[in-house]
T-cell receptor, first 112, second 112 residues
Framework: GAGVSQSPSNKVTEKGKDVELRCDPISGHTALYWYRQRLGQGLEFLIYFQGNSAPDKSGLPSDRFSAERTGESVSTLTIQRTQQEDSAVYLC??????????FGPGTRLTVL | SQKIEQNSEALNIQEGKTATLTCNYTNYSPAYLQWYRQDPGRGPVFLLLIRENEKEKRKERLKVTFDTTLKQSLFHITASQPADSATYLCALGTGGGNKLTFGTGTQLKVEL
C-alpha cells in the first residue's frame, strides 16, 4: 500500500477484556515501531521490530502487553486484561534503516 | 535524568514571519535528531533528519540546526503560512535500529 495502515481505527472495550491492534507497514520497510500517545501528551515508545524479531521491548508497560510481527510485514499489538489507564491512541510506524519514520493514523482505544 | 524539552507553551506568530522552535536535551548522546509535524487526530509526519556531524539541514522553507555542544536543535520555518499551524515534535535517535525518543512537542499557530 501507499502508507502505513492500522486497524481498527477506533476500539471501545470493557475493562478486563483483551484487544488486538493491527499494523500493516510500508512494503519493504524492515523496521516497525509501536508507540502510545495519551491525550495531550507526547509519544511513548513501546516496542521496535527489526524484521520479525524485537531487539527492544523496553517500553512495554507491563506483561499484559505483547507484540509480534510475521513475514517481516504485519504486526499485532495485544493488550490483555485491559485497564482504564490503557486508553490512548496506539501509533505504528515503519522505516527503512536510519531514515524518518512513517506513521499510521493510529488506533484510538477506549477502555470503559 | 534524561530529558527532552520543547516549549510547552504555544507559539503564535504572524503569517510571513519566521517561526523558531527549540528542542533541548540532557543526558543523551544522540547520533541524529528528527523533526515531525503532527496535526490533531493524526499520526506524526516526518520532516527532517540531521546527524550529529551536521550543523544545519534545509528543505524548502524548513531549516534545522543541531548543536551537540549546547545539546540543542532549532527548527525554523521561514515565510510561515496558516497551513503550517500544527504541533512540531523533535525526536532523538537514542538506540539501535532508529529507536526514537520524542519530546512532547510545541504547538505553532500562524495567524493572518
Amino acid at each position: 500500500g501507499a502508507g502505513v495502515s492500522q486497524s481498527p481505527s477506533n476500539k471501545v472495550t470493557e475493562k478486563g477484556k483483551d484487544v488486538e491492534l493491527r499494523c500493516d507497514p510500508i512494503s519493504g520497510h524492515t523496521a516497525l515501531y509501536w508507540y502510545r500517545q495519551r491525550l495531550g501528551q507526547g509519544l511513548e515508545f513501546l516496542i521496535y521490530f527489526q524484521g520479525n524479531s524485537a531487539p527492544d521491548k523496553s517500553g512495554l508497560p507491563s506483561d499484559r502487553f505483547s507484540a509480534e510481527r510475521t513475514g517481516e510485514s504485519v504486526s499485532t499489538l495485544t493488550i490483555q486484561r485491559t485497564q482504564q489507564e490503557d486508553s490512548a491512541v496506539y501509533l505504528c510506524a515503519s522505516s527503512p534503516p536510519y531514515k524518518g519514520q512513517f506513521f499510521g493514523p493510529g488506533t484510538r482505544l477506549t477502555v470503559l | 535524568s534524561q530529558k527532552i524539552e520543547q516549549n510547552s507553551e504555544a507559539l503564535n506568530i504572524q503569517e510571513g514571519k519566521t517561526a523558531t522552535l527549540t528542542c533541548n536535551y540532557t543526558n543523551y548522546s544522540p547520533a541524529y535528531l528528527q523533526w515531525y509535524r503532527q496535526d490533531p487526530g493524526r499520526g506524526p509526519v516526518f520532516l527532517l533528519l540531521i546527524r550529529e556531524n551536521e550543523k544545519e539541514k534545509r528543505k524548502e522553507r524548513l531549516k534545522v540546526t543541531f548543536d551537540t555542544t549546547l545539546k540543542q536543535s532549532l527548527f525554523h520555518i521561514t515565510a510561515s503560512q496558516p497551513a503550517d499551524s500544527a504541533t512540531y515534535l523533535c525526536a532523538l535517535g537514542t538506540g539501535g535500529g532508529n529507536k526514537l525518543t520524542f519530546g512532547t512537542g510545541t504547538q505553532l499557530k500562524v495567524e493572518l
